[in-house]
């Protein structure tokens, strides 16, 4: 037996359901480099309009994809080769906010070749 009288149930402001937050990240991987900033600007302003915690765009290290071939399609005569090169660019925005905000956030228009990839992640 306690000495104290049973705690009753009242639903407080404790107990009011908070919108939960997850840690979002956006990776953006384009082979053109100015689409890519001005879509990392756009999401970025528009994260920071929301009053949410913003870390990014990081760059990451570009990918250079190489194919070197010969010029002469039979094989004879001097041995010239051509090397041809695609660069793709990355970047990571991660974002602390709840997945409703994110919905919004990312129905900024997006520029021609830039690939989009939302994670969210409990924290």
Same mark, same amino acid.
Request: glycine share 4%; proline share 7%.
């Given at each position: 037996?306690?000495?104290?009288?049973? /705690? /009753?149930?009242? %639903?407080? @402001?404790?107990?009011? %359901?908070? @919108?939960?937050?997850?840690?979002? +990240?956006?990776?953006?991987?384009?082979?053109?480099?100015?689409?890519?900033? $001005?879509?990392?600007?756009? &999401? $970025?302003?528009?994260?920071?309009?929301?009053? &949410?915690?913003?870390?990014?765009?990081?760059?990451? @290290?570009?990918?250079?994809? +190489?194919?070197?071939?010969?010029?002469? @399609?039979?094989?004879?005569?001097?041995?010239?080769?051509?090397?041809?090169?695609?660069?793709?660019?990355?970047? &990571?925005?991660?974002?602390?906010a709840p997945s409703e905000v994110v919905k919004e956030i990312t129905k900024v228009s997006l520029e021609p070749g830039v690939e989009v990839e939302v994670q969210i992640n409990d924290r």
């Amino acid at each position: 037996m306690s000495a104290y009288a049973p /705690k /009753k149930d009242v %639903a407080g @402001p404790e107990d009011v %359901a908070a @919108p939960v937050v997850h840690r979002i +990240r956006i990776t953006l991987t384009s082979r053109n480099v100015k689409n890519l900033e $001005k879509v990392c600007a756009d &999401l $970025k302003t528009k994260a920071q309009d929301k009053k &949410l915690k913003v870390s990014g765009p990081v760059r990451m @290290p570009t990918k250079k994809l +190489r194919i070197t071939t010969r010029k002469a @399609p039979s094989g004879e005569g001097t041995n010239t080769w051509d090397t041809f090169e695609m660069r793709i660019h990355k970047r &990571l925005i991660d974002l602390l906010a709840p997945s409703e905000v994110v919905k919004e956030i990312t129905k900024v228009s997006l520029e021609p070749g830039v690939e989009v990839e939302v994670q969210i992640n409990d924290r």
